[in-house]
Nanobody
């Protein structure tokens, strides 16, 4: 059974940076997309960035474009989300999802909390 574990969350100052990881075990990241989501208290979960299976294509929500960078290391079975110039509105629990292009098969991690302090 494939399992995803996010890490790297924590407390970060406004304008600071943080690097999140999404490690897969019991399976491989290969051939699947990775999408990062986040959910702030009282709000719906939102997708913020997605990277293709090969890593050649990535897209971002407007709210994080230019500040977040998604990447992956298929050999290391790990996905990443680099966050710079963080803002208060980035405070949320961040989740990674490994999924097929049509989302018929997808796996969630347990999430990692990011809190931005002013």
């Amino acid at each position: 059974q494939l399992r995803l574990v996010e890490s790297g969350g924590g407390l970060v100052q406004f304008g600071g940076s943080l690097n999140l990881s999404c490690a897969a075990s019991g399976g491989t990241l290969d051939y699947n997309y990775i999408t990062w989501f986040r959910q702030a208290p009282g709000k719906e979960r939102e997708g913020i960035s997605c990277i293709s299976a090969s890593g050649t294509n990535a897209n971002y929500a407007d709210s994080v474009k230019g500040r977040f960078t998604i990447s992956r290391d298929n050999a290391g079975n790990t996905g990443y989300l680099q966050m710079i110039n963080v803002k208060s509105e980035d405070t949320a629990t961040y989740y990674c999802n490994l999924h097929t292009a049509n989302w018929i098969r997808n796996y969630w991690g347990q999430g990692t909390q990011v809190t931005v302090s002013s």
